[in-house]
């Protein structure tokens, strides 16, 4: 497999070309026994690397946990991990880069499985007990979850379990996953952590977000906020007009509420926590991307203030966004101007770092086909920033076929052309889904003798490319040689 690398705000190749990762998020559920089967990713079989690579997905993020990982400390479970073994050697064989997501939602389950992440020895409550079932989301941990914060600030503050601080347990685990998948031809980086959270100030953040919200959308102060987020679960009219008033604008009003927060988190929390993974890492491999994600509270379009590692040259910036409504029935109302914005704020980020965005989470989904132009809208928005992407998330049947037709209507929005490796730099793509019409601008470097290449998700009606350019189809991939300068070419399918 061809290396991969960063130059800029792009991905790039051994060859010099510019690279465009598209796949999907894959998250293991919590082991609760030894048992191997439960260790086994059954899904990520042979039959799903075919169909990633029929589908154009050439990149997976696997999603991998702390206690799955090290149950007990320094006691690694070599099932699982020959399971992740496994994994990259199919990945390899069809072309399939991977990175490794180390996992956490709420830190960790708890031992009630109301959460995911770290093992219950390297958590820290001070006493307090995370309840056994979600009330009305399965996030409210974070909004005013005692249990929660009193982990994540024990965490940041590199607190002592067993001898040694949390954080360095923490870099050691990474440094055992470096040891054993930095060298494999699949390998594509280190996610460092899912979405971190500020622990107690996030409590904090999110009690000042949601005064915000409710007087700009105009609810009455009488309202609990529970009963308020317990109607968001209904899908209403009332519901629909209260989202109506979300608006870009409202959101730029509402979210400055946090950002004091926010961005004391991303300096004097997150950013050291970056630097300190990487050092470890290094120690052991100078191999793979360093990926950094924003916090959890930025999803939202919080500004991002961490800073990348020094003397690092290969970072990697991660964003997540969904609308406000995702995990709610009332997703099918997904905003494109309020998630455009978060992602416009993320875009600001990405040109401040200087770093390639490889977009770790978005998406996600709901009943019906109602939400799908909310998905071409973004994908569309990735291709006009050349950003690279990973849609949360697989489920099983999802390539399934019947009658010629996906089961899950996504794949027919997912499943499209885009530039796998282009000679030079990109100007622009798109793809107009009603029309299926292909677009591609770019400057050919004479000296890449590597073609372009093209992901074909059909065979296309009609190909046009520039005077002295040419191309040849092999299988799914349309591949383009072209003299330098400016190069056009044109898919109708």
Request: glycine share 8%; aromatic share 12%.
């Amino acid at each position: 497999m061809d290396r991969i690398s960063t130059k800029g705000m792009a991905f790039t190749d051994q060859y010099g070309r510019t690279r465009i990762l598209r796949g999907l998020n894959y998250k293991h559920h919590v082991i609760t026994s030894q048992k191997p089967e439960e260790a086994a990713l059954p899904d990520l079989d042979e039959t799903f690397f075919r169909d990633c690579r029929e589908a154009g997905f050439n990149c997976l993020r696997l999603g991998v946990m702390w206690e799955n990982l090290e149950p007990e400390k320094g006691q690694y479970n070599e099932t699982y991990l020959a399971a992740i073994d496994r994994v990259f050697a199919l990945a390899e064989q069809y072309g399939v880069y991977v990175f490794l997501d180390m996992h956490q939602d709420l830190y960790s389950s708890f031992g009630v499985h109301n959460g995911d992440g770290a093992p219950p020895w390297a958590t820290v409550t001070d006493g307090h007990k995370q309840p056994e079932h979600a009330k009305l989301v399965w996030a409210e941990g974070y909004f005013w979850g005692k249990a929660v914060h009193a982990a994540f600030d024990h965490f940041w503050n590199n607190d002592p379990v067993l001898g040694k601080g949390l954080l360095d347990h923490f870099c050691e685990l990474w440094q055992m996953l470096a040891r054993r998948y930095a060298n494999c031809p699949a390998f594509l980086g280190f996610d460092l952590l899912n979405e971190p959270f500020p622990g107690a100030d996030g409590g904090r953040i999110f009690r000042k977000l949601v005064g915000k919200l409710l007087g700009v959308i105009a609810v009455s102060p009488a309202i609990k906020r529970r009963d308020f987020f317990r109607a968001l679960k209904e899908k209403t009219p009332v519901v629909k007009a209260a989202l109506d008033r979300l608006t870009p604008e409202a959101m730029a009003a509402i979210t400055p509420a946090g950002l004091p927060l926010v961005r004391k988190f991303d300096l004097e929390r997150y950013t050291p926590f970056v630097q300190k993974v990487t050092d470890a890492i290094r120690q052991v491999t100078d191999k793979g991307v360093i990926i950094m994600e924003n916090s959890y509270y930025s999803n939202l379009g919080i500004p991002y203030s961490a800073e990348k590692p020094r003397r690092e040259a290969e970072t990697v910036f991660a964003p997540h966004a969904y609308d406000f409504m995702v995990d709610t029935p009332a997703y099918a109302w997904a905003d494109n101007g309020r998630v455009g914005w978060i992602f416009e704020e993320h875009r600001r980020s990405q040109e401040r770092l200087q770093v390639p965005v490889l977009v770790g989470e978005w998406g996600s989904g709901a009943p019906g086909t109602g939400w799908l132009p909310h998905i071409d809208f973004l994908l569309n928005r990735f291709a006009d920033w050349q950003w690279s992407d990973v849609y949360f998330a697989y489920q099983k049947g999802m390539f399934a076929k019947e009658s010629g037709n996906h089961r899950a209507p996504v794949m027919d929005v997912l499943k499209r052309p885009y530039p796998i490796a282009v000679a030079g730099s990109i100007g622009s793509y798109s793809y107009a889904m009603p029309e299926k019409r292909f677009r591609l601008n770019y400057a050919a470097d004479g000296s890449i003798l590597e073609p372009t290449v093209v992901y074909l998700p059909a065979a296309p009606q009609e190909i046009l490319l520039s005077d002295g350019a040419s191309y040849t189809v092999e299988g799914q991939e349309l591949r383009i040689n072209a003299p330098a300068g400016a190069v056009e070419v044109s898919l109708q399918f």
